[in-house]
Structures are given as C-alpha cells and as structure tokens.
C-alpha cells in the first residue's frame, strides 16, 4: 500500500498544492519559508472539552428513562447507593483515559489505544462495528427522539406522523453535519450553547426538588432502603443500568488532537467533567423520587415529562423542550466524536484514503462528516432503529476495557514512555474487572442480541483479511482503482487534501497499520 500512498499524496499536491514557492517578500519576513502543516488544528479550549463531555454523558436518559435503576434496586435509598457508586466507577474509568489520552496523544479514542497496544486487527473490529452498527444506530435514535419531542406539543392527544418525525430527525442530523463541516468553532459553540441548556433544565428540577424537600414533602426519604432488592442479579442491572446512563465520558478522547495543550486540558476537563454529571445525577433522581412516587415512577415512559405534569403547571412544556435540546446536544457530541473516528481509521489504512482527508481552508474532516451523516440517513430508514441499539450494549464495555488493559499492557512493555499522567495500577485493574462484569450481564441476560451483535462484529474479519492482511499484490486489483478514483474525485469535489505528518503525536496520514 505504500505506492498507493504515495500516489495520493502526488495526486493530493496536484490537485490542491499546499506549499507554494515562497516569493522574495516571503523570504523576508521571520517565519521565512514555513508554513502551517495540512493538519486539524487545536481549537478545543478547556471549557468546549468540558461541555463535549457532559453534553454527551447527559443526554435523554436522565430526562425520560431514569426508572432502570430504581425498577431493579427496589426503593429509593439504594437507587441512589447505585447512582454514586455508578459515578465512582466511571471516574475510574475516566481516569484512565487520562492517562492514555495524554500518553498516546491521537484522536480516535479506544480504537487508538487498541490499535497502539494490540494492533491492527482489533481496531479494525472495533472501528467495524462502529461503521456498521454503533455510530450510525446510536445517532438515528438520538435525532428521532429529538424530532419526537420536538413535535409532541402539536400532537397532545396522539402519536406525531411517523414520516413527520423522520423528516425532522433528518434535517436536524444533516444541520449539524453542516455545521460541523463549516468550522470546528461551529460545532464547539452548537455544543456549549446546548450543554448549558439541559443543565438549565436540570437545575430547574433539582431546584423543585429542593423547595419540596425544604417545605417538608420527604415522605419518599422516610423509609429510604424499604423493600430494597437483596437479589445479587437484580443490583447488578440496577448498577449496569446506572452505568450505561454514565456513558460518553470518553467523548473528548476523540478529539485529542484538536485540543489545546492536550497534556493540561485533557485531564483537567475529566476531573471537572465526572464530578458535576454524577452530582446531578444524584440530585435529579432525588428530586424525582421527591415528587413523584415509585408507582408513579415505574409507570412512566418519560419521568421528567411526568414531574413537570406534576410541579409545573402551565409551564410544563419546558421539560419536552429540554429533552429535545439535550438530544441535539448529544447528537452534536456524538458526530464529532464519530467523524473524528472514521477520519483517524482512514488515516491508519483501515478505511478507505478519501475519509482521511481535511478541508483545505477550514481544517474540518469534511469526507468523514458526510459519510458519517449518510450512514446516519440511512439508518433512519430503518423502522425499529431502536432494537438494533440492543445488538451492541455489550460492546462498548467491551472496547473500553480493552483499552484500559491496554494501559496495564503498555505499562509492563513500555515502562520508560512519557506519560504526563500516570495512576496507581489499582485504578485499570478494578477498572478492568468491572468491565469483564459489564460484558457478561447483557451477554447472561439478553443473549439472543448479544450473539448477533458479536455475529456482526466478527463479519468484519473476512473484510479485514483481504483489504488489509493480504500483500499488495494479492489484493483485488478493483479495490485499488476505487480507492485511487474516489479519492481523486473526493479531493476535487470537496477541495480536500490528506494530512500531513505531525512530530508531536508520531502519526503519519495514512501509514498502513496491520
């Protein structure tokens, strides 16, 4: 694959040049004869990684399904052991990716750390499964929330039209890939805008809950561990459920590369991030359990939709509102987050060269974007988008622990490497065990989608085997032209031009990783 490399990269100084002769002026001046590199730039302050990830970690679940935890652990008292223990853990798992994120500084989250620690081929499923399943899934179902609640208030009395819904979730998936591909301030400003929106809500749910408690409405609290679950199967749903709302705080590991002073911010903006999710998580679910009661609770499809019913009278269209908001926060976070995957994928060889490609002027990996956005399109057209969400629950613990073995791994074989930060091994190890549990509980209790969500990972490897493990000269001659023509095309259409080599994370635009 290196001559095709070198092809495209020929190919990519003729169609878009970036280093023009420097004229006699240019040489008299102080930079004389440099230029910027063909590279994304570092435009993520500490305040838009903060809001990356707890724009991402808090998204729909808290606003409309909440009751996972509570249905399992069997009163209040021990719901909310389950919240702080769920946040416990999660900061250890976020701690973690502080020290991998600093330690390999590339994009691409675990699929990096899988691919600098175990090589090629468990990235490459990694990476697979989310081409295939994860990303587009995860996004289709997040944009069709948001288009439900967005047109729930038109319907009071009845389900909104199905292709209404569709359409609306649509268009706002295609708005925010736009946006994205326009400036990466574009998309950090959606972000912020939108993170500090739902964390209005909340506060208005925490506050509510808060006035209850002080007028004296805690007959909720008055016997908090009642008819507490003793069954060791159902706390662990309870934690799993908990756990699974704590998801995305590895958002901003996609983006190391476009953060500024990666090696300060990246950790800082987890130790800022963890803290405030699992402080309202905490305080929304008691606020919950305040007003409403646990049959109450249990029976609803949305919870927030149901205290605001409840507290806010004729205000009460806030909280669908605040729902849809939160969804396209979190589908923002979650295009960003994949695009930047798919980008650093091409960039290794595992994708094809056009997806590693970055807007000449606006540095924005426009290739990625829209290919990411299609693939969301078409899994909107996909009836019961929301089943297939099933086939992956176990994977994502399943890749994140593999990344954190990957830190012990590299720990034992390179202990010499600069690390800027560096935690006790007790924090990966528990880590590690805990994710092992992760994996087995949807595997024990929903086998038939975790078989077939392992049946569409491993449809991968065949993939893998001939576009990737064969020699050069034993791969079908078609994948070569196609991947040589669409690129070519992909430059000249979209004005891209591959990425250049970067000293300072070590990696090469498109070095062929197997």
């Known amino acids: ?55 991402n970690m808090i998204g729909s679940g808290i606003f409309v399904s909440p009751k996972g935890v509570l249905m399992y652990s069997g009163s209040f008292g021990l719901s909310l052991l389950i919240w702080a223990l769920g946040g416990l853990f999660s900061v250890f798992g976020a701690l973690c990716y502080a020290e991998l994120g600093t330690t390999i500084p590339k994009s691409g989250a675990s699929y990096a750390y899988i691919l600098e620690s175990f090589g090629g081929f468990l990235a490459f499923i990694r990476l697979w499964t989310s081409i295939l399943l994860i990303e587009p899934a995860s996004q289709a179902a997040i944009s069709l929330t948001f288009a439900f609640y967005l047109v729930e208030a038109l319907y009071p009395t009845c389900q909104p039209p199905y292709d209404a819904v569709r359409l609306l979730a649509a268009a706002c998936l295609c708005i925010l890939i736009f946006i994205n591909c326009a400036y990466v301030k574009w998309g950090t ?224 074989n390179q202990p010499e490497r600069h690390r800027p930060v560096k935690l006790s091994l007790f924090f990966p190890i528990v880590y590690c065990m805990c994710s092992l549990f992760l994996v087995i509980v949807p595997l024990y209790g929903d086998t038939i989608n975790s078989l077939i969500g392992i049946g569409i990972a491993l449809s991968g490897v065949p993939v893998y085997y001939v576009t990737i493990y064969l020699p050069e000269e034993r791969k079908p001659r078609f994948i070569r032209k196609l991947n040589t023509s669409v690129t070519k095309y992909t430059q000249m259409l979209l004005y891209c031009c591959l990425t250049e080599f970067d000293t300072e994370t070590g990696t090469l635009a498109g070095s062929k990783t197997q």
């Open 1 to 55: 694959m290196g001559d095709l490399r070198q092809t495209i990269g020929v190919m990519s100084q003729t169609i878009c040049p970036s280093s023009p002769a420097a004229s006699e002026e240019d040489l008299k001046t102080p930079n004389a004869g440099q230029r910027e590199k063909m590279q994304m730039k570092r435009e993520i302050s500490l305040i838009n990684g903060i809001c990356l990830i707890v724009g």
């Open 189 to 412: 400003l959606v972000q912020d805008i939108f993170t500090y929106a739902k964390l209005m809500a909340l506060f208005l749910i925490i506050i509510v809950g808060i006035l209850k408690i002080v007028t004296g409405e805690i007959n909720s609290f008055e016997s908090p561990f009642e008819g507490s679950s003793t069954d060791p199967g159902a706390i662990a749903l309870a934690l799993y459920s908990a756990l699974f709302s704590y998801s995305g705080w590895d958002t901003l590991n996609f983006v190391t590369e476009e953060i500024k002073n990666p090696e300060r911010n990246l950790p800082l903006a987890i130790a800022i991030s963890m803290p405030i999710v699992t402080i309202i998580y905490l305080l929304t679910n008691a606020a919950y359990y305040v007003v409403l009661d646990m049959q109450s609770l249990l029976a609803s499809d949305a919870v927030a939709v149901t205290f605001g019913n409840a507290v806010l009278g004729p205000f009460n269209w806030i909280i669908p509102v605040s729902v849809a908001m939160s969804c396209y926060g979190g589908l923002n976070a979650s295009i960003i987050a994949a695009s930047r995957l798919f980008f650093v994928g091409a960039r290794e060889g595992h994708l094809p060269d056009s997806l590693s490609l970055i807007h000449l002027n606006r540095y924005t990996p426009v290739p990625a974007l829209l290919f990411n956005g299609i693939m969301g399109l078409i899994f909107l057209c996909v009836e019961d988008v929301f089943l297939l969400i099933n086939y992956f629950s176990f994977s994502y613990w399943l890749y994140v622990g593999l990344s954190v073995a990957g830190l012990i791994y590299l720990r034992i």
